[in-house]
């Protein structure tokens, strides 16, 4: 079966930065997209951008352009999600989910990496 | 803020049927997924491409989708049904969108 397993939760200090990864396996990697998708504590969801595992092709939130960047590796089928200059209101869960191509759903979700941004 | 809007709860007695909506413009032109969330849990997809169920989600589970609102409906709603429910968009000019979320609580 489809399996993501996110790396653990991180405390970093204001401006650093975090790269979270979502090691897949039970399906063809470069056959999906991977979207990262976030969520503040007792908020709703909020989706950071997208990458093609097959040429690594991304596109990214608006919100999130200047800061993120988002990797594959395909010899191991894991993603990576690198946020920079990182700031208080980044405390969030952030989850990596396999995006469906071509009908825009995303069916199989991480376990969630808690992001605590704290001086 | 969110470009679809979500009635922040609804409310269902146990066996009755619940519907949220998911209003955004011209969503009906668009693929819409929803996605339920337990409290310390991931999401689960529960309805795709406006309409379909993925395998294991309950049959009563439906959804709709056109003009502008895309429905969720949950017949005979039970008591495991209460989570925080999504509601998602997708087209290949905006790319992917979320609802604010609704909170469906079953007394």
């Known amino acids: 079966q489809v399996q993501m397993v996110q790396s653990g939760a991180e405390v970093k200090k204001p401006g650093a930065s975090v790269k979270v990864s979502c090691k897949t396996s039970?399906?063809?990697?470069?056959?999906?997209?991977i979207s990262w998708v976030r969520q503040a504590p007792g908020q709703g969801l909020e989706w950071m951008g997208w990458?093609?595992?097959?040429?690594?092709?991304?596109n990214y939130a608006q919100k999130f352009q200047d800061r993120v960047t988002m990797t594959t590796d395909t010899s191991t089928g894991t993603a990576y999600m690198e946020l920079r200059s990182l700031r208080s209101d980044d405390t969030a869960v952030y989850y990596c989910?396999?995006?469906?191509?071509?009908?825009?759903?995303?069916?199989?979700w991480g376990q969630g990496t808690l992001v605590t941004v704290s001086s | 803020s969110s470009e679809l809007t979500q009635p922040p709860s609804v409310s269902v007695s146990p066996g009755q049927t619940a519907s949220i909506t998911c209003s955004g413009n011209k969503l009906g032109n668009k693929y819409t997924s929803w996605y339920q969330q337990k409290p310390g849990q991931s999401p689960v997809l529960v309805i795709y491409?406006?309409?379909k169920r993925p395998s294991g989600i309950p049959e009563r589970f439906s959804g709709s989708n056109s003009g502008d609102t895309a429905t969720l409906t949950i017949s005979g709603t039970q008591a495991m049904d209460e989570a925080d429910y999504y509601c998602q968009a997708w087209d290949t000019s905006t790319a992917w969108v979320f609802g604010g979320g609704t909170k469906l609580t079953v007394l």
């Open positions: 491409q406006d309409t």
């Open positions: 039970g399906y063809t990697f470069i056959t999906y997209g």
């Open positions: 989910a396999r995006a469906s191509g071509g009908v825009g759903t995303f069916d199989s």
């Open positions: 990458i093609s595992a097959y040429n690594g092709n991304t």
